[in-house]
């Protein structure tokens, strides 16, 4: 807003110094044309001015709206992925096995109690006398769906690995692998959404200019993410304006 009420008193200062000129320097039998010439040309120019800032901002209102929907896919992928690494070690590398995952695995829900058994080697040691050792044993309790756990009866993981907007048939690009930190091998994943893809449709030259925004309150880069393969990382590259779970 502050942008467009900036550009409106440039034109109108603009019109005020033309009138002036033309007024102090032109015969009095050319004025009405040139001013009828001027006035067309300051309004096409207003004009082109409001528009551009107006587009921009427009942009912007879409661009958010667009984003918060990706990132609500990605917090299922996220969600999903965690899940998979849980129950198997490690990270779907493709959306078929994934979502087959969530449809047929189940969480294991276990209980940890600590007793005390009979310490065989040490009874012998001691002639016989019974020594006793703690140790910790894990019952399991139950099996919990996977799917009923992060979904309920919502069937939206289906769908998830479709970004949801933008160009019509585009899915999320995903990777996953083995991170080798320190001689210990770290299941990482990825999963990237390019802007030119979430913005498809909207101003060539407002995309790319938002595929190169740094900031701290936007999303950085030419794509939304979560995860990383360079790095023991599941978080989103969006800010906390987008929501506070990244």
Request: net charge neutral.
């Amino acid at each position: 807003m502050l942008t467009i009420i900036i550009a409106v008193i440039v034109v109108v200062l603009l019109t005020i110094g033309i009138v002036w000129l033309i007024d102090k320097f032109i015969p009095k039998k050319l004025k009405p044309v040139v001013l009828l010439v001027l006035w067309i040309l300051i309004a096409f120019l207003g004009y082109k001015t409001f528009m551009s800032v107006y587009g921009e901002i427009e942009f912007n209102k879409l661009k958010d709206r667009r984003y918060a929907k990706v990132i609500e896919n990605l917090k299922d992928i996220r969600d999903s992925q965690l899940a998979h690494r849980t129950v198997r070690g490690t990270f779907a590398n493709d959306w078929e096995s994934l979502v087959k995952f969530i449809d047929t695995d189940s969480f294991t829900i276990t209980q940890r109690r600590d007793t005390s058994i009979l310490d065989v080697e040490a009874t012998r040691r001691f002639g016989g006398v019974e020594t006793y050792k703690d140790i910790v044993v894990i019952d399991t309790l139950d099996f919990v769906s996977v799917r009923d756990s992060l979904f309920g009866a919502d069937p939206r993981y289906k769908t998830m690995m479709n970004i949801p907007v933008g160009k019509e048939g585009a899915k999320f690009e995903l990777k996953a692998g083995i991170l080798d930190q320190n001689d210990i091998k770290i299941p990482v994943f990825e999963v990237r959404a390019p802007k030119k893809l979430i913005l498809d449709g909207q101003d060539p030259y407002l995309i790319a200019k938002e595929s190169q925004v740094v900031s701290v309150d936007g999303v950085n880069g030419d794509a939304i993410t979560v995860g990383s393969m360079d790095e023991v990382n599941t978080n989103g590259n969006w800010p906390k304006n987008y929501g506070t779970d990244n």
